[in-house]
């Protein structure tokens, strides 16, 4: 019917060891890339074991926190990615166009679909809500830095607060998250500051206001770019040499009171910064923040107090990011609500984890394997594997013939089983089981129903311990 | 700088509520489209607690059958995906081009990526593995029938086992599955057959064996498309009239023992059958199951057993489907392995458990709801809201400012809080605070210390009981 299964045709009729079962079957085609797309990650057992173990700290602050969970499509029109501040984001969107020449894109980031679904909400959405997701979010970049095409972000986000107790909030999830997983003041520090400050050293400089998300794209380079070609940038966005000049001394300040002495004390910036401290020193997480005037992040929506968590080793790039975005239901064509929330990506903070080995060694976890001695006694195994399946265990059941006691044992160990029930001719014929605690090395033989009764007894004496 | 920020400069110069805190703020651009693109879901927090509760039965289920959980990414390279069989999953394809001329596509199912990575892991994989994820699959079709454009799976899959304790397991974690969320067999049944009946059928009419998976392809139609129409799609891939007689009699046969009567009872579609009925009893499962000649899935490489679940009442679509497919690593122009597997869509399911009347009524839930009385002592509330996560507490902080008592008790209800701690003046000058049971209404001033400590007291109750 076709080039390929033609030719995969030919090669069963060559003759392979399992024709009589395969149709489609080998072929002498060629095989296909093994890899996933470039830029792309698979996860197998014990990456996965990983990632859960993650997301699972994740989660597990995200409700300590009282969040909620949502979720948005991973692809979206691309129309509520583009925005015009020169954003890194915006260039390396990962779009194409769909059947219907419709324009989508892989969301680069989860921040725009939350604000999407507030706006669809709208007065049925109770305020303030703060809102978690988890999700994989994509960007087409050069694959040079070792930087991958995809990664997961954990998100925070709360909605409809002004004022700093909100990012105080989410400054709590982050440090508390970083306390669960063994990770120390010592190893990671967050940067916190206002884009305020920027601005009132623009609206000083006689800069239009219009200029100022670009502004702020622009100064996040300041690290990586050289000073000339930051200036050049900055003249592009309407900021002269005078104006820059100021922008370079404000990012330059050393500390709250050098700023409030270049602002005034009754700055916004000023007192935002230092009642968000006044709330640190109260959740108890101050020894991880430090004001910081150079941090303005990378987005063009933030509006307010930003940070951004690093390694204090200088090695790591960010580890997490965020700040108030009070603007950007306007920039979508809504009504504006405060807004505020970070994102929280995998992979540096794996990175991190392994350097730091914090990383858990997780292995695959069973509590009963169960195998039949004898082919024979294979529907006798699956049933009782099922029953024990019905009473919470998760149970392995050996399902290739031919597989004796003492591979059993080794089986039992690598899946780190705690129980193995054996069903032989021999106990059987007596209407029993043999069954070994891996743990203890006792074994004794019962019937199915003292099998099942014992694993309710031994889970009330581990409730109660 | 450009023409949507000038916009929103001229807006906010036009005077908005917190115009100190925006800077892109709302503008008189058009309010963007808010619905998600077409054919796909947003998940509010109401939404995403069903759904967290449907994947968690799908998660624990997999965990009792001892299976492991792997991820792949949700964009593959388009060959993986493009088979030669005719099948509606090719031809409805979410593909495109990247910027590097990359033809990549969303994936429409999870198996061929679970395919792949056996194939890149080869050797290294210790055989059999038993694999299960859940993932979004993306498939660009008319929007006529109610469908959406992507959907989320549940997958199983066995991987390098012969025989149909492999299948018969699978089944197993299906019917677990039902068990638990309270779908009987009156309500779904599980439609069992074989592949090797067709192909018996189809090598006695001197079929080709190579037109195998497309002749698959058309005769799962059957039901769909007028006996006309199947013929002459099954002369389009080389099978005469005669042949075709034929099949539609084995597909016809009503029992294990016609179809031993059509093919010989040494058969192996019919001993195969046998044996899984025959364990099917052992796990006891044999309620869910019917043999039924007519299955015999839309896939084109399923090889051997194929089963499909349905609603008894005969109104959804197909609830889940699944089979042997030893010949897809050859397809890959690998070395093949004996693989089967399951996929269960979240869609139907959700429709039927709603029809049932078996969804749960999921709120948000808190352990603890603080406030503070007075907007001084919020500090005070933000620390003990911080010891009490510390503790494993999920804990709402009312971050707003003016909240009273009154509205405080209303929302702890809204949100399903056990208890209420109000931190107000006169309490806080004796070094307590309030906390008020919200089940027994009782309430007590108690130091935060006292507070700490009735917790994991309680915490050692509610384990020992």
Redesign the interface.
């Given at each position: 019917?076709?080039?390929?299964?033609?030719k995969?045709?030919e090669?069963?009729k060559q003759g392979?060891?399992?024709a009589?079962?395969?149709?489609?079957?080998?072929?002498s085609?060629?095989?296909?890339?093994?890899?996933?797309?470039?830029g792309?990650?698979?996860?197998?057992?014990q990456d996965?074991?990983l990632?859960?173990w993650l997301f699972g700290h994740w989660e597990v602050v995200s409700?300590?926190?009282?969040f909620?969970?949502?979720?948005?499509?991973?692809?979206?029109?691309e129309?509520?990615f583009v925005r015009?501040?020169g954003e890194e984001i915006t260039s390396q969107l990962?779009n194409?166009?769909?059947?219907?020449q419709?324009r989508?894109a892989?969301r680069p980031e989860l921040t725009p679909?939350l604000a999407?679904?507030v706006?669809?909400?709208a007065k049925s959405l109770p305020l303030?809500a703060?809102?978690w997701t988890i999700g994989?979010c994509?960007r087409?970049e050069r694959m040079t830095r070792g930087r991958r095409r995809?990664h997961y972000q954990w998100n925070c986000d709360?909605i409809g607060?002004?004022?700093v107790?909100?990012e105080?909030?989410l400054l709590?999830a982050i440090t508390?998250f970083f306390?669960r997983v063994g990770i120390t003041p010592a190893d990671v520090g967050i940067k916190v500051n206002s884009?305020?400050s920027l601005?009132a050293v623009l609206t000083q400089a006689g800069v239009?206001?219009?200029?100022?998300?670009?502004v702020c794209v622009v100064v996040d380079k300041i690290e990586k770019l050289p000073r000339e070609k930051v200036l050049e940038e900055l003249a592009g966005?309407?900021v002269a040499d005078t104006a820059a000049e100021k922008i370079m001394a404000a990012m330059g300040t050393r500390s709250l009171d050098d700023l409030a002495q270049l602002l005034g004390s009754d700055n916004?910036a000023v007192s935002d910064l230092r009642r968000l401290f006044?709330?640190a020193?109260?959740?108890?997480?101050a020894d991880w923040l430090a004001f910081d005037a150079s941090v303005v992040r990378g987005l063009?929506?933030y509006?307010?107090i930003v940070f951004e968590g690093f390694d204090k080793q200088g090695v790591l790039r960010a580890i997490c990011g965020g700040g108030?975005y009070?603007?950007?239901?306007?920039?979508?064509?809504?009504?504006?609500q405060?807004m505020c929330g970070f994102g929280f990506g995998d992979a540096v903070i794996m990175e991190l984890l392994q350097d730091r080995g914090l990383l858990p060694d997780l292995g695959?976890?069973?509590d009963d394997l169960v195998l039949a001695l004898d082919e024979d006694l294979?529907?006798?195994a699956?049933?009782i594997?099922?029953?024990l399946?019905?009473k919470?265990?998760?149970?392995?059941?050996v399902?290739?013939?031919g597989r004796r006691m003492k591979w059993a044992f080794k089986h039992a160990e690598r899946?780190n089983a705690q129980q193995l029930v054996l069903v032989g001719q021999e106990e059987w014929a007596e209407g029993k089981v043999r069954v070994k605690n891996l743990g203890t090395r006792e074994q004794e033989d019962m019937s199915v129903e003292a099998l099942i009764h014992s694993l309710t007894l031994s889970k009330l004496t581990a409730?109660?311990s």
């Open positions: 019917m076709c080039r390929s299964t033609a995969a045709g090669a069963e392979r060891k399992s009589s079962t395969s149709h489609q079957t080998s072929s085609r060629e095989l296909i890339d093994t890899s996933p797309p470039r792309t990650r698979d996860f197998d057992p996965m074991r990632r859960s409700r300590q926190c009282g909620e969970q949502v979720d948005f499509p991973v692809v979206e029109n129309e509520l015009k501040a990962y194409f166009e769909d059947k219907g419709r989508l892989l679909s999407r679904l706006l669809k909400k303030p703060k809102w994989q994509w087409y995809e709360i607060l002004e004022g107790a909100a105080a909030e709590a508390l306390q884009r305020k601005q239009p206001e219009d200029s100022f998300a670009a966005v309407g916004e006044q709330l020193e109260a959740y108890g997480m063009s929506y509006t307010g108030r009070d603007g950007l239901l306007g920039a979508l064509g809504g009504e504006n405060p695959h976890e069973v294979r529907p006798q699956s049933g594997a099922q029953q399946r019905k919470g265990r998760r149970v392995d059941l399902l290739e013939g899946i409730t109660a």
